[in-house]
C-alpha cells in the first residue's frame, strides 16, 4: 500500500472510449465501426484491415466521470482536472490530454486523443488520472481510475489476450544465433513484440510430432506431454522477461509494464504469491530480483516454477500420461 503525503480522492473514476476516427494523410476522417472498439476487453483495435486503408493519425473519443466530492469547494482539492494519459513502451512515447469539463454542470467530462501512426510500434495503454492542486501544490495525482484500455495498431480484433508465435526453424541453417543452440529441441524468444517459440526441426519427427493432430496412443500420450513441457518453459522464460527490466516510480514500487509483459504479470502473479494482491506481490517479486528481500532470488524460483507448471496443466497432464502409460503397458502385456 503506497502513503501518500496529501489527501487522496476515494471513489469510482469511471472512463471508457466511446469511438474513434482514422484518416490518411491529406484526406478526410472516417469513423472507426463499433466491432474495432471492444468495451468488455477494453481494447480499440487499429491494426490493417480489408475495411480500412492505410491511415497516418488517429482520434480517439473518450467520456468520464468523477465523484462530485472532488469538485467540492469547501474541499481539499482545487482546480481539479482530469487527464488521460496513452504510452506505449516500445517506442517511449507518451501522450496527454484534459478532459473537457461540462457547462451545464453534468457529470459527463469528454476528451479527445489524438495519436500519430508513427509514433506506435504495438499496443499502447490508456489510463486516466484525476489531478489537482493540494495544499498549494499544483499537478498532484489525487486518483487514478482502475480501467486502462489498450490501443492495438497491429491487430484488427480487439482482444485482450494474445496467441502465442510457434514457427518451425532448422537451427543448424539458421543464423548464428540459432546455431549456438542447434542441439535444443526450442526457443522461447521474447525479443519481439509478443512471445513466440522456435521448434527446432533438426530434431527428426519433433515438427510432425508437435503439429499431428491425431496418431496412436502412444503419440498422443507422449505429444500432450511434450506440449504441456514447453509451455511451462514458455511461462517462465515470459515472466523473467517482463520482470527483468520493470519501470519503478519515485519512491522505488515497481509498476506494471505494458503490453504482453503486464499481461503475463498479472496472469501469473496469483498463483506465485496467491496470498497478496497483484500490486504487493509485483513488489515481493521486485525485492527478490533486486536483492532487498530477506526471501531473496533463488526462494523464488520455486514459486515461479509451481505458477508456470499450474499455467500450463503440467499436474493434470502428468498423471494422465501416467495412466495412459499403464493402460498401454497392460495392453501389451495381454
Not at 482502475?146 to 518451425?168: F, S
Request: glycine share 8%; net charge negative; with cysteine.
Amino acid at each position: 500500500m503506497k502513503v501518500y503525503p496529501y489527501r487522496r480522492l476515494t471513489g469510482n473514476v469511471s472512463w471508457r472510449i466511446d469511438g474513434a476516427r482514422l484518416r490518411a494523410e491529406g484526406e478526410p476522417w472516417d469513423d472507426v465501426e463499433s466491432k474495432y472498439v471492444s468495451v468488455v476487453e477494453h481494447v480499440v483495435a487499429l491494426g490493417p484491415d480489408e475495411d480500412r486503408s492505410e491511415w497516418s493519425e488517429a482520434r480517439l473519443r473518450l467520456s468520464g466521470g468523477i465523484p462530485a466530492k472532488a469538485l467540492d469547494p469547501s474541499g481539499p482539492w482545487q482546480d481539479v482536472r482530469l487527464v488521460a494519459v496513452l504510452t506505449e513502451r516500445a517506442t517511449n512515447t507518451r501522450t496527454a490530454t484534459e478532459f473537457h469539463r461540462p457547462a451545464d454542470d453534468g457529470r459527463e467530462w469528454t476528451a479527445e486523443l489524438y495519436l500519430r501512426r508513427c509514433d506506435l510500434l504495438d499496443r499502447a495503454s490508456v489510463a486516466v488520472h484525476v489531478v489537482a492542486t493540494v495544499d498549494g501544490v499544483p499537478g498532484r495525482v489525487i486518483a487514478t481510475s482502475d480501467v486502462e484500455w489498450l490501443v492495438d495498431v497491429n491487430e484488427a480484433t480487439p482482444a485482450l489476450a494474445r496467441e502465442l508465435e510457434v514457427k518451425m526453424v532448422n537451427f543448424g541453417a539458421g543464423g548464428s544465433r540459432l546455431q549456438r543452440f542447434k542441439e535444443s529441441p526450442w526457443l522461447v524468444d521474447t525479443t519481439g513484440r509478443i512471445p513466440a517459440v522456435r521448434v527446432n526441426t533438426d530434431f527428426e519427427g519433433l515438427g510432425d510430432l508437435i503439429g499431428a493432430a491425431g496418431g496412436s496412443g502412444a503419440e498422443k500420450t507422449v505429444r500432450e506431454l511434450l506440449l504441456a513441457q514447453m509451455c511451462s518453459e514458455v511461462w517462465t522464460a515470459v515472466f523473467h522477461s517482463a520482470v527483468g527490466d520493470l519501470e519503478v516510480e519515485e519512491d522505488g514500487a515497481p509498476v506494471f509494464p505494458h503490453g504482453w509483459q503486464g499481461e503475463v504479470l498479472r496472469e501469473m502473479l496469483p498463483d506465485v504469491y496467491p496470498d497478496r494482491t497483484p500490486e504487493a506481490a509485483l513488489r515481493e517479486v521486485h525485492a527478490a530480483r533486486t536483492g532487498t528481500s530477506a526471501a531473496g532470488w533463488g526462494e523464488l524460483q520455486a514459486r515461479i516454477h509451481f505458477a508456470a507448471a499450474r499455467r500450463a496443466d503440467v499436474p493434470r497432464t502428468l498423471s494422465t500420461t501416467v495412466r495412459d502409460l499403464e493402460r498401454l503397458a497392460q495392453g501389451d502385456d495381454a
